[in-house]
């Protein structure tokens, strides 16, 4: 190589530090200084309650942690999300594999021959033979034949000189980082889904509790409206009425399994289980439920799996302007190869056989109907569509934390009326009922108590459910303790 040549090649190499396209800078985001509904509500545990492990252990049910801890390995959905994580971070090596050279080495053995055959009137040009009788043309056929060794080694090397193969590997190992919040976005959805229907699940189990002493009740009900119309003292059309508050209440306690069931064949699948091998006992619904410190809005930007998926996203589009633009640019090549070709494989390797060649090349795209720009237009136009995608996903879930804060806020003054209201109609029911017995009241009264108490102790059971499922639903617009540290 000359010497003009290679200040060239060093000029080139140097000019690889330098990557084309613009650098990435995360999307501004405005976040609001606290959140609108968080006013009024009183959290009672530590801010740090959600990173001291996972964050289903805050409600104390070693059920629902025994089920959680059966999710990321056996749910399948959380198991696909995985199985993407590895497909990108094998693309991520697939790009960085491009740094390097790739070196090849080859070997063959060839045998070519050649066969001539023609008519002549000389004969003895050919081999051929004249008879006594004068001068007979003769037809001959001559074969030429030879073996070629040959065995060697090549290698090339594409530099990156304007950071395209940099580029890439940038964009591939944003999207690798996507897919790892993509996977906790995954789990955490999982994870979440099974809270909520456990707590359903123990809803379920809770009413169907309250429907057994509803029809306790109303078969003793029943039972007295029987004895005092045997007594001459109460009308057969009581006695209808009661049966028909014993029979409906019957219904609803079947009606109960019915949603019991088919939250347990969820949770089985969630958990990666056969409907059929799976099953809970009952237990009633617990009274506490925790409250969850939301902290600040700007916050969630760290601590949302989505919106660092979506982030990553972003990255990801705009290291690829800068792999567009690198088009633009020629491309610089080094190759060499070294090959020994001879007949014998005992003398193949000597300096008589060798062939070598070594040098960079250049190439460069002159006319191509605009189809870089093109590239380089849809490029940026991908890059502005994950950046709105980006913004919108954050807006969604500023939204869903709003929502559950003042969800929990009005559920918990909700329930401390129900609760009184509960109280208040078992009086009026048993107050009511002996007034019946004492001949003050008619049964009509008795139904519209019991009715009331009824739907009074059903809504207050609603409403213990919908706090249950709204912290969950809290947790998990919070990201369930997860954070972008967690992102590698």
């Known amino acids: ?37 968080q ?32 999710v990321n390995g056996s749910n399948q959905t959380v198991k696909s999300a995985a199985a993407a994580v590895e497909e990108a971070r094998a693309l991520v090596r697939e790009a960085q594999a491009s740094f390097f050279p790739s070196i090849s080495l080859s070997a063959s053995r060839e045998r070519t021959g050649e066969g001539l055959g023609a008519l002549s009137g000389n004969p003895s040009a050919f081999g051929g033979t004249t008879g006594l009788g004068g001068g007979t043309s003769g037809l001959s056929n001559t074969t030429f034949s030879e073996t070629l060794n040959s065995v060697g080694a ?50 379920q189990d809770q009413l169907v509790m309250l429907l057994t002493d509803i029809v306790a009740a109303d078969d003793k009900a029943l039972k007295i ?22 029979l409906t209440a019957q219904a609803q306690q079947v009606n109960a399994a019915i949603l019991r069931g088919t939250l347990e064949h969820a949770i089985a699948v969630l958990i990666g289980k056969q409907p059929a091998i799976f099953s809970l006992k009952p237990a009633s619904l617990a009274t506490t ?69 070594f040098g960079p090349s250049l190439a460069q795209t002159l006319f191509d109907a605009g189809l870089r720009r093109a590239e380089v237009a ?13 913004r919108q996903t954050v807006l969604a879930d500023f939204q869903q934390v709003e929502d559950q804060l003042v969800s ?32 003050t009241q008619p049964y009509s009264s008795v139904i519209t108590a019991q009715t009331t ?15 249950f499922t709204a912290s969950v639903a809290l947790i998990e617009a919070l990201g369930g303790g997860w954070d972008t540290s967690l992102l590698k």
Do not use: H
């Open 289 to 357: 439920i925790p409250t969850v410190p939301p902290g600040i809005p700007s916050t969630l930007l760290e601590r949302r799996p989505d919106i660092a998926e979506s982030e990553r996203q972003v990255a990801a589009a705009n290291a690829q302007i800068g792999v567009a633009i690198s088009a633009f640019f020629p491309s610089l090549t080094f190759s060499a190869s070294d090959q020994y070709q001879g007949p014998t494989i005992a003398k193949l390797i000597q300096a008589s056989n060798q062939i070598w060649s």
């Open 1 to 37: 190589m000359s010497s003009r040549s290679a200040a060239l090649a060093c000029a080139l190499l140097l000019a690889a530090g330098c990557s084309v396209g613009p650098n990435y800078k995360r999307p501004v985001v405005v976040t609001a200084a606290a959140y609108k509904e």
């Open 39 to 70: 006013d009024g509500w009183k959290p009672s545990e530590p801010a740090d309650i959600l990173k001291r492990g996972p964050w289903w252990q805050i409600f104390k049910d070693p059920v629902l942690d025994r089920l959680e801890g059966q």
């Open 225 to 246: 409206t029987q004895a005092r119309y045997r007594d001459g003292v109460a009308y057969k059309a009581d006695v209808l009425s009661a049966q028909t508050e014993l």
């Open 408 to 439: 929990l806020r009005v559920l918990e003054k909700q329930s401390v009326l129900e609760t009184a209201l509960v109280k208040a109609a078992r009086e009026s029911e048993v107050l009511t009922l002996n007034q019946y017995k004492a001949g």
């Open 378 to 390: 849809q490029a940026r136009a991908a890059y502005e569509a994950s950046v709105s995608n980006y």
């Open 154 to 203: 090549s290698a090339s090397w594409n530099i990156d000189i304007w950071g395209q193969t940099r580029r890439t590997v940038e964009s591939q190992k944003a999207s690798a980082q996507a897919s790892l919040a993509a996977l906790a976005a995954a789990e955490l959805t999982a994870q979440s889904e099974l809270a909520t229907d456990y707590f359903e699940l123990r809803a």
């Open 453 to 467: 108490r009824l739907d009074a102790e059903e809504t207050a059971l609603a409403v213990q459910e919908n706090r």
